[in-house]
Every structure is written in C-alpha cells, then in structure tokens.
C-alpha cells in the first residue's frame, strides 16, 4: 500500500511502500529512487492533513487545593473545582458586571434600577405551580446601582416604585431587601395604589390549603402597618374588593381579621358582594355570609342587587345560591325591575323560587 504525505509549506513529497517483507538498505533505496521518479503529483484528496495538538496548560492541583474550602473565586480554582465535583459553581455577580455604570446619568440609572426589579417574575409551569424564589445573591447588581447612588424610593411616570413592583410580583425576599435598604411601603402611585393594593391584585384564585406568594407579601406588609382599606384607581376599590372578586379566599380571611368595612362602595356603586357575584365567586359569597354581608346591598348608581346581576348573566346556580343564603327576589332597582324581569334564559323564568 502506497502513501503520501505532505507537509504543507516545504513542498516536498515522500513516499514509502509498506511490505510484509523486510527489505535491505540497498534495495530500498533502489525502490524508493524508482518510485520518486515514477509518482506522480498528488491530488489534493490524496493528501493527508496533520493536525498538531495544542498543549494544555498544566494546573497544580496540590497548590489550588486550600483555595476549594471556601467558594472559589479565580479560573485556576474553579477550573479545579469543576475536576472534582464535575460541574463548576456559579460565579458570584460582581461590580463590573453591569457595563457603563459609572458613565450613567441618574435618569439612566433610575431606569435601570426599575427595569431590573421589574424584571424578576416569578415564574410557573402551571396557574397553581411553585413560584420561583430570588437568590441573595441576585441582589448584587442592585446594590450595585444604589452605591452608584440610585435613590430606593426612585418611581416611573406612573409613580410606580420598587417596593410596589416587587410587591405586584409576588416576590416577598426583594420587598425585604428593600425594606432593608430604606425603602418607603406607604408610598402610593398617581392612582392612590401603596405595595398592598398592587399585591393583592396581583394573586389568583387559591384554597385554603394553597400558599399564594401574594399573600405572603400582604402578611408581610400588615405587619409593617401598610394602609389596607383604602379605595384606589380609577374604580375606587378596597383590597378587600379586589380579592372577592378573585375569589382569594385566605386574603379575604386575612383582611377581614385586620378590620374592613364590608359595606364600602367603589365608583361604579358596587360593593364586595356584587364583585364576587359578577365574577361568580361562589366561595367568596359564602364567606361574605360568614361575615354578615348583606346580600341584597343595592348599588348607589343604578339600585341593582346581586342577584339583578345573577339574573341579568342568566346565572341560576348564583340565583340559587343567593335564595338559599337568605337574599330576596322581589325587591326592585331604580327602574322598578326585579330580578327575573332581567332573566334571558326562558327555562330559568320557570323557577318558582324568583316570584
């Protein structure tokens, strides 16, 4: 078997001819005379490219070994560090991490400040799932921005500042850490919404049984004496209001037990039991019946009750939950109408407990 090989920039061409049979000095150089006069150029497909490997720079594992006690902070540890456990650790944030910082206006830092609390949600697979917890380690780059002297209490045009962002997000170690570094929770945005408005709006409907990160900051922020009862944003609602209407059964639980007023109004005229019965939140009207709600509160602005607005979404397992509760069905609105003159299902107009 013939083969060529080629060394790339020199040019020259060897060939030697592999045999089962040892041949002498003169007679292989006899044949290799021959064979370099008879063999043709190569092809290019003929040649045979070496590749010459790169050396590994050598590591002293003996002189590292002190440095894997404690978290290590240098290539050549966590290089060793990698060898041992298969997989090197995350590498702590640190201060050149966030790139132009100290060229940034306040305006510019501000925003970043904001942008980067905004940006941690907690994330889930599933309406119900497990919230992801921020690791304190994630708060790096913001002391970063409040040594660069970013201000804790620094809002957006909405007047919307970090503590009502981590709280809207459910996340109650950022609103610690928040806490912590001075940050005001009675602040409220252009809409008169504080952190406890924007937490409890943030949380879905849940069991007694379940854990609602949500919650857990509006414990946490009753504990810190946050204005819990006072209307805000456009419709003048409560927490309390906002919660009935998302069905948040241990948030309403956890309100009432700080004392709420059950009869307050929002600018539509509608009281919590009209919220939960919109949203048909049939938990939520049990409980408000705990609370000695009235069921039959008549709105300010058009005199509906709860079940006018059961009667008019054609919701007969609400109407019916309402009569069994206690709530009367001849009593009239503004207009003179009772709840099944507001009926558009025909085969609920038959149920003899509306007359």
């Known amino acids: 078997m013939q083969t060529t090989v080629r060394f790339g920039s020199f040019g020259s061409w060897w060939s030697s001819k592999s045999s089962s049979t040892q041949q002498t000095p003169s007679t292989a150089s006899t044949f290799q005379s021959a064979t370099r006069q008879q063999t043709p150029a190569p092809r290019q497909s003929d040649t045979l490219a070496i590749a010459i ?20 902070s240098s ?7 990698g060898y041992l456990v298969g997989s090197p ?19 510019q830092l501000e925003k970043l400040w904001l942008n980067k609390v905004r940006k941690w949600r907690p994330q889930n697979t599933n309406p119900h799932g497990q919230y992801r917890r921020v ?11 409040l040594d660069a002297g970013v201000s804790v209490n620094a809002s957006d045009r909405y007047g919307k500042t970090a503590a009502m962002l981590a709280a809207g997000n459910g996340h109650l ?17 252009r809409d008169g919404f504080n952190a406890l408005h924007d937490a409890a709006s943030g949380g879905y409907q849940v069991t007694e049984d379940e ?7 509006v414990e946490f922020l009753l504990e810190q004496n946050v204005a819990h009862d006072e209307p805000a944003g456009f419709f003048q609602k409560t927490p309390f209001a906002t919660a009935a209407r998302r069905g948040n059964i241990p948030l309403m ?10 009869e307050a109004v929002s600018r539509n005229g509608d009281q919590a039991i009209h919220e939960a019965v919109a949203e048909n939140q049939t938990a939520a009207v049990m409980l408000l019946k705990e609370f000695e709600a009235d069921l039959n509160a008549r709105n300010t602005k058009n005199g509906n009750r709860p079940a006018h607005i059961a009667a008019y979404m054609s919701n007969e397992p609400m109407l019916r939950l309402l009569y069994k509760q206690g709530a009367s069905m001849r009593l009239p609105n503004d207009k003179g109408e009772l709840p099944r003159q ?5 085969q609920i107009m038959t149920l003899g407990y509306l007359y």
Request: include cysteine; charged fraction near 30%.
């Open 53 to 72: 490997p790169r050396r590994q720079p050598e590591v002293n594992y003996e002189a590292d070994y002190l440095s894997l006690l404690c978290l290590p």
């Open 75 to 81: 290539p050549r540890a966590r290089a060793i560090w």
């Open 89 to 107: 650790p995350r590498e702590q944030p640190r201060a050149s991490e966030i790139p132009g910082i100290r060229d940034m206006s306040s305006q």
């Open 135 to 145: 690791n304190p380690h994630e708060f790096a780059e913001l002391r970063q921005l």
């Open 173 to 189: 170690p950022l609103v610690e850490f928040l806490l912590d570094e001075g940050a005001n929770l009675h602040a409220t945005d």
């Open 211 to 217: 854990e609602e990160p949500h919650n857990q900051v």
């Open 253 to 262: 639980k956890m309100l009432h037990a700080k004392g709420i007023d059950l």
């Open 342 to 346: 507001l009926v558009r299902d025909p």
